[in-house]
């Protein structure tokens, strides 16, 4: 049973920084890629980023790339989300995902099955 668990949610002032960790067990497979996913207020769900376990490659949605930073330890099957220099639009339920992926990770929903519970962030002042 593939079970994620997220932490690090909470309130941050606008350019300031928050650190996301997504605790991964329960894949067979030793690859896997992790998709981090936000839902603002009133919003539909964005992917914003993703991260592949086997080498480390990472795609970034342009709104946050050069703001927000992925990484894996593979020795602790965990991501890690830096986010930094954060705006009240990055306000939202951040929520990590998870799926043995052919080829680059990609940052589209319903290609993961395995979702984490979500934390909430939120940049206010």
């Known amino acids: 049973q593939v079970h994620l668990v997220e932490s690090g949610g909470g309130l941050a002032q606008p350019g300031g920084s928050l650190r996301l960790s997504c605790a991964v067990s329960g894949f067979t497979e030793d690859w896997y890629a992790v998709g981090w996913f936000r839902q603002a207020p009133g919003k539909a769900r964005e992917g914003i980023l993703c991260i592949d376990s086997r080498d480390g490659g990472t795609n970034y949605e342009a709104s946050v790339n050069g703001r927000f930073t992925v990484s894996i330890d593979n020795a602790k099957n965990t991501v890690y989300l830096q986010m930094n220099s954060l705006r009240p639009e990055d306000t939202g339920i951040y929520y990590c995902?998870?799926?043995?992926?052919?080829?680059?990770?990609?940052?589209?929903?319903?290609?993961?099955?395995?979702w984490g519970q979500g934390t909430q962030v939120t940049v206010s002042s």
């Open positions: 995902a998870a799926e043995v992926m052919m080829g680059p990770c990609v940052m589209t929903d319903w290609r993961y099955d395995y």
